[in-house]
């Protein structure tokens, strides 16, 4: 069996198979958590064939979320990378990051959530890697968001000190609108983290 979903993947595109369970498996963790998604969930969510999550996914469950972290962090870190490349305004991409996540809320009827802040939630002390793979898209979050600050001139350490900030921030006001049902506290931080930005960059 398993030689047979094999070859009608090899024939049909494995890796579009592959990156379809890694997308199912980040949707699925920001709404159920970690400890609430199966293999069984991202076959259904995906539609791949049953057995070849075994195949792609030899590390079981702990590989498929961490690759999902991985996935789901890498898209945040590339729009705000890009921006810099660019020369954007930081204002510009906060705004479109709240935006962003007010739109997630608001059509996932607060149910969706961070799902890196899901797995570092749940993460164990025997789930080292998964630990390391949500500190990994914390750290590349901070410093593409640094380095979007730095490149407008604003002193490293500073930038540094924002990147965190902003980010914690961020993450923290998600959690509080999925729990009180109402993006208020996102709108609230969201205003003063743009007018701490505002001011940081008045001063350079």
Known sequence: MMKGIMAREAAGGAAHSRQKMITSAALLLRERGMSGMSFGDVIEHSGAPRGSIYHHFPGGKDQLVAEAVRF??????????????????????LRAFTA?????????????????????VEAHDDDSALAGA???????????????????????????????????????????????RDVQPLSDVSGELERMLTSALADT
């Open 100 to 120: 962003g996540w007010r739109t997630v809320l608001e059509a996932s009827d607060f149910r969706a959530g961070c799902p890196v802040v899901a797995v570092a």
């Open 134 to 180: 949500a500190s990994e898209v914390f750290v590349a979050w901070r410093t593409a968001l640094e380095s979007l600050l730095c490149a407008q001139g604003i002193p490293a350490a500073r930038s540094r000190r924002l990147a965190t900030t902003t980010v914690a921030a961020i993450e923290g006001a998600v959690v509080m609108c999925r729990a009180e």
């Open 72 to 93: 789901a962090g890498d898209y945040a870190a590339g729009t705000i990378e890009r921006a810099a490349r660019d020369g954007g305004d930081p204002v510009a991409v």
